[in-house]
């Protein structure tokens, strides 16, 4: 008897990760971007609307679309903006006396 040699890959994309920041679009085109996870929920917000939504993980996948170009623009202002919040809160800290400048390295 002779054994069938089955030469088929996966195709198609890898699911993509759902992380904070991240963009995605409905399919009506509306754009949205995830602000948290949890284990059960995802948290996020629409394009010109100011409350978050909520939905299951599974309901998400269904309903949402990954876009990677804008979510690695949506990062990079995220973590461009937290450094300039831990810039400005490090330039408010006062030296101490005697101090060597320990945050010389961090400004």
């Known amino acids: 008897m002779k054994k069938k040699i089955?030469?088929?890959?996966?195709g198609g994309s890898a699911?993509?990760?759902i992380e904070p920041y991240?963009?995605?679009k409905d399919s009506y085109g509306e754009k949205i971007t995830v602000i948290g996870t949890t284990e059960s929920s995802i948290t996020y917000v629409r394009d010109?609307?100011?409350?978050?939504?909520?939905c299951s993980?599974?309901?998400f996948r269904n309903d949402f679309i990954f876009l990677q170009e804008e979510t690695e623009k949506s990062q990079l202002v995220a973590r461009e903006n937290g450094?300039?919040?831990?810039?400005?809160?490090?330039?408010a800290l006062p030296l101490s006396v005697g101090s060597d400048g320990w945050d010389k390295?961090?400004?």
Do not use: M
């Open 57 to 59: 993980e599974y309901r």
């Open 22 to 24: 991240s963009r995605w």
């Open 48 to 54: 010109g609307y100011s409350r978050e939504c909520v």
């Open 6 to 10: 089955n030469s088929l890959t996966a």
């Open 15 to 17: 699911r993509s990760e």
């Open 105 to 107: 390295g961090l400004k």
């Open 83 to 91: 450094r300039k919040k831990i810039a400005a809160l490090r330039s």
